[in-house]
Nanobody, 116 residues
C-alpha cells in the first residue's frame, strides 16, 4: 500500500521560508514524477511544482524564483523549499506521486499559512 507522509507546514510571516517534505513508502512500480499541489479556500487545487524521474522540473508561474523542488531518489522523498513567502501562498499543500503504470497517489495535506 502506497503511503505519502508530508511534513513541514506551519505558520510563517510574509517573506519567511518553509521546507516541506514528503516521504513515499510502499512503492511497487517506477516513479514517473513527484509533485506538490496546493488548494486555497474556495479555489481549485493547482500544481505548484513537479519533478520527473529525469530530474527535470516545472513550476507554476506564481512561485518561479521563490520555490525549489528537489528529490532524494534513494529515500523516495520529495522536498519543496519555499522562500519569500507571500500571504497568497497560504493553502493546504498536497504531495502527489505518479507512477509509470499511470497510478496517482496523494498525501493527506499540510497547512501552510503566511500571515503577520
Amino acid at each position: 500500500q502506497v503511503q505519502l507522509v508530508e511534513s513541514g507546514g506551519g505558520l510563517v510571516q510574509p517573506g519567511g521560508s518553509l521546507r516541506l517534505s514528503c516521504a513515499a513508502s510502499g512503492i511497487r512500480f517506477g516513479i514517473k514524477a513527484m509533485a506538490w499541489y496546493r488548494q486555497a479556500p474556495g479555489k481549485q487545487r493547482e500544481l505548484v511544482a513537479r519533478i520527473f524521474n529525469t530530474m527535470s522540473t516545472n513550476y507554476a508561474e506564481s512561485v518561479k524564483g521563490r520555490f525549489t523542488i528537489s528529490r532524494d531518489n534513494a529515500a523516495n522523498t520529495v522536498y519543496l523549499q519555499m522562500n519569500s513567502l507571500k500571504p497568497e501562498d497560504t493553502a493546504v499543500y498536497y504531495c502527489n506521486l505518479a507512477t509509470f503504470t499511470q497510478n496517482d497517489y496523494w498525501g493527506q495535506g499540510t497547512q501552510v499559512t503566511v500571515a503577520s
